[in-house]
């Protein structure tokens, strides 16, 4: 499973989340898009339209997940170094279908960063152990 996880503002808009998907679909064929919880409104229209299941994780999730990059700023608010890191971990290790214990993730493409900088997307996939 491949998993474009994203971050971003409540300032980005669509083009710009539909770039980063754009981009990271270059990479390789996506199987779902990943988001907080609070994201998910401004995220579902868009995987809607790429036929993508939208996996919402729960901000307490992605605290202390470890990611490739580090942002102060968000290490403060939420735990973690990337947002769109630890979405995109965290689902593609659990799967749109539920959690697996046998299962794990990594990352395959670090977070890039939109044009406007108000959002920013990663890829993960899961990997079994």
């Given at each position: 499973m491949i998993v474009a996880g994203f971050g971003c503002t409540s300032r980005a808009g669509p083009a710009s989340l539909r770039a980063l998907i754009a981009r990271m679909a270059q990479h390789a064929g996506?199987?779902?898009l990943a988001c907080l919880e609070g994201r998910a409104d401004m995220l579902g229209p868009l995987a809607?339209?790429?036929?993508?299941?939208?996996?919402?994780?729960?901000?307490?999730?992605?605290d202390g997940i470890a990611t490739p990059t580090q942002s102060a700023?968000?290490?403060?608010a939420f735990?973690?170094?990337?947002?769109?890191?630890?979405?995109?971990?965290v689902a593609a290790a659990s799967g749109a279908e539920g959690n697996d214990t046998r299962a794990g993730a990594q990352i395959m493409v670090a977070r890039i960063v939109s044009q406007?900088?108000?959002a920013t997307c990663a890829l993960a996939r899961r990997v079994l152990q």
């Amino acid at each position: 499973m491949i998993v474009a996880g994203f971050g971003c503002t409540s300032r980005a808009g669509p083009a710009s989340l539909r770039a980063l998907i754009a981009r990271m679909a270059q990479h390789a064929g996506l199987d779902a898009l990943a988001c907080l919880e609070g994201r998910a409104d401004m995220l579902g229209p868009l995987a809607r339209i790429a036929g993508l299941p939208l996996i919402a994780i729960p901000v307490q999730a992605i605290d202390g997940i470890a990611t490739p990059t580090q942002s102060a700023r968000v290490l403060a608010a939420f735990g973690t170094g990337s947002v769109a890191e630890a979405c995109a971990l965290v689902a593609a290790a659990s799967g749109a279908e539920g959690n697996d214990t046998r299962a794990g993730a990594q990352i395959m493409v670090a977070r890039i960063v939109s044009q406007d900088r108000q959002a920013t997307c990663a890829l993960a996939r899961r990997v079994l152990q």
